[in-house]
């Protein structure tokens, strides 16, 4: 079951934050977050394993609410290089099967 | 290194060619994926092998067949392929423990156009 994110698309300016959100229906052994930038591959930002975990990575962080079941990404003052789909994965048993979001496309603007 | 090598960059061939992907990695991870990604799609999970053993094949098409010959390698087969097959294909790796996903590390990707 795919998880769903919200919402499809960002555009901000340089120095706004944003928040990305990724819900599952059923609760998750883990959410990952990955970003893709056009014509890239994706790259890794962070995996949530624990209910009320969160996590940070230089302004990009995360959490993970206690039922497991809703991720959110906040990107906070962004910068240029912030653009691209973000998109999270998410981990519903132990057997290397990760599904992934529809994708949300983040724009910066100078 | 955190690098994953794919080769060819571009692959263009024709439906009755028959072509291999290749990817490379050298991190020691045990659980290397093929993913198909369509233009504005998430990237579709397609195999997965885990200690050079398929785990996972996610009812793909048998024009597609993987290929594990070691713990570094991975090939993908390509066999009378369709022009909606054309996408461009990611190769990951990561670390392997009892079905956990880690930090999957993506290829650069191989751009495939059937005609």
Not at chain 1, 59 to 85: C, D, P, R, V, W
Not at chain 2, 22 to 48: D, I, N, S, T
Request: charged share 20%; aromatic share 10%; net charge positive.
């Amino acid at each position: 079951q795919q998880p769903v994110q919200s919402p499809q698309a960002v555009i901000l300016r340089e120095g706004e934050d944003a928040v990305i959100n990724c819900s599952s229906s059923k609760a998750l052994y883990s959410v990952h977050w990955y970003r893709q930038k056009h014509g890239e591959a994706p790259v890794f930002l962070m995996i949530l394993l624990k209910g009320g975990e969160q996590k940070g990575h230089e302004k990009i962080s995360a959490s993970f609410n206690e039922k497991k079941q809703q991720s959110s990404l906040y990107l906070t003052a962004s910068q240029l290089s912030y653009s691209g789909t973000y998109f999270c994965g998410t981990e519903m048993d132990s057997n290397y099967q990760l599904i992934w979001g529809a994708g949300t496309k983040l724009i910066i603007k100078p | 290194d955190t690098e994953v090598t794919q080769t060819p960059k571009h692959l263009v061939m024709g439906m009755t060619n028959k072509k291999s992907l290749k990817c490379e990695q050298h991190m020691g991870h045990r659980a290397m994926y093929w993913y198909k990604q369509k233009a504005k799609k998430p990237p579709e999970l397609m195999f997965v092998y885990s200690y050079e053993k398929l785990s996972i094949n996610e009812s793909v098409p048998s024009r597609f067949s993987p290929e594990c010959p070691n713990s570094s390698l991975l090939n993908l087969h390509l066999h009378a392929l369709q022009p909606e097959d054309s996408a461009l294909y990611l190769c990951a790796s990561s670390q392997a423990n009892g079905g956990l996903i880690y930090e999957q590390y993506f290829g650069p990707g191989t751009r495939l156009t059937v005609t």
